[in-house]
């Protein structure tokens, strides 16, 4: 079972910048398109940005040209680089597969002032 453990949210005002860190057990992970969700309160859940095994990006309309996703492969790590960050960005972020196929982490939380 793959555990994913999140980490490098905070408390950022609008116009800031912010790194998420994903850390995944099991070099399995390196096979799989990985994603990040969000979920703002009292919303569903929502995939804002994914990296295909290969490095290639995709991204939601709301994230586009501001968030950068990349993966180390070897480390087993994928990473969030938000910028422009607004308030509708607050929300507790998570990382899995792109098909949400592991037990889901803890998250990390942004929260973004205005």
């Known amino acids: 079972q793959v555990q994913l453990v999140e980490s490098g949210g905070g408390l950022v005002q609008a116009g800031g910048s912010l790194r998420l860190s994903c850390a995944a057990s099991?070099?399995?992970?390196?096979?799989?398109?990985m994603a990040w969700y969000r979920q703002a309160p009292g919303k569903q859940r929502e995939l804002v940005a994914a990296?295909?095994?290969?490095?290639?990006?995709t991204y939601a309309d709301s994230v586009k040209g501001r968030f950068t996703i990349s993966r180390d492969n070897a480390k087993n790590m994928i990473y969030l680089q938000m910028n422009s960050l607004k308030p509708d960005d607050t929300g507790i972020y998570y990382c899995?597969?792109?098909?949400?196929?592991?037990?889901w982490g803890q998250g990390t939380q942004v929260t973004v002032s205005s």
């Open positions: 099991g070099n399995i992970v390196s096979f799989y398109t």
């Open positions: 990296i295909t095994s290969g490095g290639a990006p």
């Open positions: 899995n597969s792109n098909r949400g196929v592991w037990s």
